[in-house]
């Protein structure tokens, strides 16, 4: 088993590590020849940093869980949403499956705007304060991205739409900031993209 420990076991966006679990004997064997012989070892910093972050996991997931989840039922209700993907929804296809298998439902949200393209998502990712932009996930910040144009940009594009990865849509990372406020803080994004629908900019020349 793989774990990307740069993400929620370290969890403070401050460390690039990784980690392999291995149950049979000998492949674990095997990995440690290989780390040994090529040097592949975090440095004591980063290590303590990764510990630092897992003896938090728990609380931190905790939050970061329940702030999805109240963050993907405030979006279902807004009218300029089409679609919310996350598990912990009623909604979700894999709702039940999610809820046998897991503790918690993650922080990890995605939706799709509604009529929108690339440069509404560009628009709304942008307009956001507490949110910040970037790829990474699982921190205790709150992130969101454009993946369309950021972490799935190499992806062919019919690929990456019939994956479901649209133009219109926007992947949120929530930390454990208050629920609240990171709903008014996406509120304000969609304020300011409604506003410049309803406003359009025209320049014109002599």
Same mark, same amino acid.
């Given at each position: 088993?793989?774990?990307?420990? !740069?993400?929620?076991?370290?969890?403070?966006?401050?460390?690039? /590590?990784?980690?392999?679990?291995?149950?049979?004997?000998?492949? #674990?064997?095997?990995?440690?020849?290989?780390?040994? /012989?090529?040097?592949?070892?975090?440095?004591?910093? %980063?290590?303590?940093?990764?510990?630092?972050?897992? =003896? !938090?996991?728990?609380?931190?997931?905790?939050?970061?869980?329940?702030?999805?989840?109240? +963050?993907?039922?405030?979006? =279902?209700?807004?009218?300029?949403?089409?679609?919310?993907?996350?598990?912990?929804?009623?909604?979700?296809?894999?709702?039940?499956? @999610?809820?046998?298998?897991?503790?918690?439902?993650?922080?990890?949200?995605?939706?799709?705007?509604?009529?929108?393209?690339?440069?509404?998502?560009?628009?709304?990712? !942008?307009?956001?304060?507490?949110?910040?932009? /970037?790829?990474?996930?699982?921190?205790? &910040?709150?992130?969101?991205?454009?993946?369309?144009?950021?972490?799935? &940009?190499?992806?062919?594009?019919? +690929?990456?739409?019939? #994956?479901?990865?649209?133009? /219109?849509?926007?992947?949120?990372?929530?930390?454990?900031?208050?629920?609240? %406020?990171?709903?008014?803080?996406?509120?304000? @994004?969609?304020?300011?993209?409604? =506003? &410049?629908?309803?406003?359009?900019?025209?320049? !014109?020349? &002599?």
């Amino acid at each position: 088993m793989i774990h990307s420990a !740069t993400k929620y076991l370290a969890g403070h966006s401050d460390v690039i /590590a990784g980690a392999v679990v291995a149950k049979d004997p000998e492949i #674990a064997a095997r990995i440690k020849y290989i780390q040994n /012989a090529t040097g592949a070892v975090l440095g004591p910093f %980063d290590c303590w940093l990764t510990i630092r972050g897992i =003896e !938090t996991l728990e609380l931190r997931l905790q939050r970061q869980s329940e702030n999805a989840l109240a +963050v993907a039922q405030w979006l =279902e209700s807004r009218e300029e949403v089409e679609r919310v993907y996350f598990p912990g929804l009623q909604s979700h296809p894999n709702h039940l499956l @999610a809820a046998k298998q897991q503790s918690f439902f993650g922080g990890v949200v995605s939706f799709v705007i509604k009529n929108g393209d690339e440069q509404a998502a560009t628009n709304f990712v !942008t307009s956001t304060k507490l949110f910040k932009l /970037a790829e990474s996930l699982g921190g205790v &910040k709150s992130l969101l991205c454009h993946p369309a144009t950021m972490t799935h &940009k190499s992806t062919p594009v019919d +690929v990456r739409r019939n #994956a479901g990865v649209v133009d /219109a849509l926007i992947r949120l990372s929530c930390g454990i900031e208050n629920a609240d %406020d990171l709903i008014e803080d996406l509120q304000q @994004a969609f304020e300011q993209i409604n =506003e &410049k629908v309803s406003n359009p900019v025209i320049t !014109t020349w &002599k």
